[in-house]
């Protein structure tokens, strides 16, 4: 077993956190999810073991869930009260008023103490903005902000708190508690990824606070080698071997090739910046030392029109495949995930930036062991998952953070005398007419044999 290094963590609470997570034919840490971005944005030092997100929950029922949290996850990601809120009449009187606030804050602070108490450090946002509390002699308002005000009194030396709630709300109608154009659903009560994105940008400092103090006790990388094409990352200089740049110019890293999967975005490319670690990082990512020829892959995007979409992949020459040949294989069980650094400035109508691992393979014989999607194409990504409102994610000037993705694991039963290929896929897509220059560094592939060759 080798040495800890990441925060095994949990998220846990009703639906704002239930829509952090989704599953399909794509695996997805999703960019509606406030806890993916704090962590992301601190150079992902976090592990999420599980999604404990129950979409209706109560406090009462989520802090009699926190039970089911394993012993051996070090940190809790909490988001609770919304439903209670939401579930009081708008007219309430007094007496119910104080009666609600009293039952849901005892159980609040119970539950936060009974987290600590098993040796769990915390991270516990305040509770949102709603746009139907709409007028302000909405009952409501006065049990959120009560509700609120308990919240930030259970920070501690285990205990951070994150204000929520101010990142969305909409300060320029202080009577009510609705929430910023943008940031909320349709609905009024989830966030968007705008939303989810301002809540983690928030949640930054009490993030890294909670790392430093919760002890290290996952080896993410235990038991995977990088995989082969990425060890020297973005090589300087080189011209790349498959270099297809549609519309673009500049250099391509060896073994890399930029296309426009859509549209015909202008852009220019350039990888002689030596590669850095950003400021903000804490963990494994910033602790480890640069390469020898660590350089950014730099993409300086000048004309793009609404859904253009460049992207930079490992070309299908070079994917991982089922070559036969070690360590460069693909085979039945095994387990890959993708990490990669990204660095935004001067955005203009950029409204997703996706990291994908994508995985095509052909079925083999009866008794199958296939995805229970039943597709012979999978894929696992980080940085967004469609939302039915809006997927406009106005990534703010400076933005950077460590984006990883779920584990994607090959069925058992694939055609080995078939062509079976895993793609790295960085997807830069826009809104309407834009620009932006975007730094990818460090990419990582990593792989997990759970067949042999031999």
């Not at 404990?52 to 609770?80: E, H, N, Q, Y």
């Not at 498959?242 to 426009?260: E, F, H, P, Q, Y």
């Not at 089922?322 to 109508?349: C, H, K, M, R, Y």
């Amino acid at each position: 077993m080798g040495v800890a290094s990441h925060v095994s963590a949990v998220a846990i609470g009703d639906s704002l956190t239930a829509r952090g997570r989704y599953q399909s034919t794509v695996s997805s840490s999703s960019a509606l999810g406030m806890w993916n971005w704090a962590n992301w944005l601190i150079g992902a030092p976090f592990v999420f073991r599980s999604n404990m997100g129950v979409s209706g929950d109560v406090t009462r029922s989520i802090m009699t869930r926190i039970a089911a949290i394993p012993k051996d996850v070090g940190l809790v990601f909490v988001m609770s009260g919304t439903n209670d809120v939401l579930s009081m009449s708008s007219v309430a009187n007094q007496a119910t008023i104080d009666s609600t606030y009293d039952n849901v804050s005892a159980y609040l602070s119970t539950g936060v103490a009974a987290l600590v108490a098993a040796g769990k450090t915390v991270v516990i946002g305040t509770i949102i903005p709603n746009n139907a509390y709409s007028a302000d002699t909405d009952s409501r308002i006065q049990l959120l902000d009560r509700l609120n005000a308990h919240i930030a009194t259970l920070a501690g030396s285990r205990v951070f708190v994150v204000d929520a709630f101010s990142a969305i709300w909409d300060s320029a109608q202080p009577t009510l508690r609705v929430a910023q154009a943008g940031t909320m659903h349709s609905d009024g009560t989830h966030m968007t990824a705008v939303g989810a994105m301002k809540v983690g940008i928030a949640a930054m400092p009490a993030a890294k606070l909670a790392y430093a103090a919760a002890s290290k006790n996952y080896q993410l990388y235990d038991d995977f080698q990088l995989a082969w094409q990425l060890y020297s990352g973005f090589r300087s200089g080189t011209g790349g071997v498959a270099a297809v740049k549609s519309n673009g110019t500049g250099t391509l890293a060896d073994g890399w090739r930029s296309i426009n999967n859509a549209g015909t975005a202008t852009f220019t490319l350039d990888n002689s910046a030596a590669y850095s670690v950003s400021a903000d990082y804490v963990g494994p990512w910033a602790e480890a030392p640069a390469g020898i020829d660590d350089h950014w892959q730099e993409f300086n995007i000048t004309a793009a029109a609404n859904a253009d979409n460049p992207r930079l992949r490992l070309p299908a020459t070079n994917s991982i495949s089922n070559s036969g040949s070690f360590p460069d294989t693909l085979l039945g069980g095994d387990q890959f995930f993708a990490e990669i650094d990204v660095w935004v400035t001067a955005p203009i109508n950029l409204k997703e930036i996706a990291l994908k691992l994508v995985g095509n393979w052909t079925a083999g014989t009866s008794p199958a062991d296939q995805p229970f999607i039943g597709t012979t194409t999978m894929q696992a990504q980080c940085g967004t998952v469609a939302d039915s409102s809006t997927d406009t994610y106005a990534y703010p000037d400076g933005f950077r953070a460590v984006y990883r993705t779920p584990i994607l694991r090959v069925p058992e039963n694939i055609n080995t005398t078939a062509a079976q290929t895993l793609d790295f896929n960085a997807d830069m897509v826009f809104n309407g007419a834009g620009s932006a220059n975007i730094k990818f560094g460090r990419p990582r592939i990593w792989h997990k044999m759970n067949g042999f060759v031999g």
